[in-house]
């Protein structure tokens, strides 16, 4: 992660409030960003009396130091974070809270389906504004293709396991994604909002290291 630019993150679902706790510590005592993901509330509560330098996101079920600042060269480049339904929030607001801990600014869309496909419509200048763009949709997943069918940049699709039972637990929308006729859709795992953040976080980096050796040259 260091070698990339990105903070670390501590996986939190399987470890115990002091596992989490003391990572934590060593991390912010180290003077780097603290990200901890799948939290729940009880868990994040034991780890807030021991580490009270974390805030806690209940709806993204994250752990996490106070939001760098975006620098004055990357303040311009800000990522739409669209979700189909209100019940992708969780898993975008993931994606969101890592980009914001690294530094990167998020614009949040939420509730763009294609359901109602004149929402998405209001959103073509964001879309062709964006330097990269993240895509959060359970149910039949078709929102990151259509969204990358009218972007002329990146495309990250995040399935969710939010659907009905033929939806087998976000199978169904990650093979839709994957099989996507869509020029520059690329996908992460079922539910992976952090991976899809890391993804857009190292995009928005090359943006900007070709940005400065443009203005470095000659």
Sequence with gaps: SLRKGISEAI????KTPDQ????????HDMGQAVLVTRVDEGKAGQ?????????????ARVLHTQYE???EDSSHLIVPIFT??????PVAEEAA?????NGVSVERRYDCGVAGIHRLADQFPVIQEAPVIIAVAGMDGVLPGVIAGMASCPVIGVPTSVGYGAHFNGISPLLTMLNSCSQGLTVVNVDNGFGAACA???MVKKVLAAGAKGRSSP
């Design 11 to 14: 996986y939190g679902e399987n």
């Design 69 to 71: 600042r975006p620098t």
């Design 84 to 89: 189909a339904g209100t019940s992708d929030i």
């Design 97 to 101: 809270i890592t980009l914001e801990v």
């Design 20 to 27: 989490i706790a003391s990572i934590a510590k060593r991390m």
């Design 47 to 59: 780890v807030l009396e021991l580490a009270p330098f974390l805030q806690y996101n209940p709806v």
């Design 200 to 202: 857009a976080l190292l």
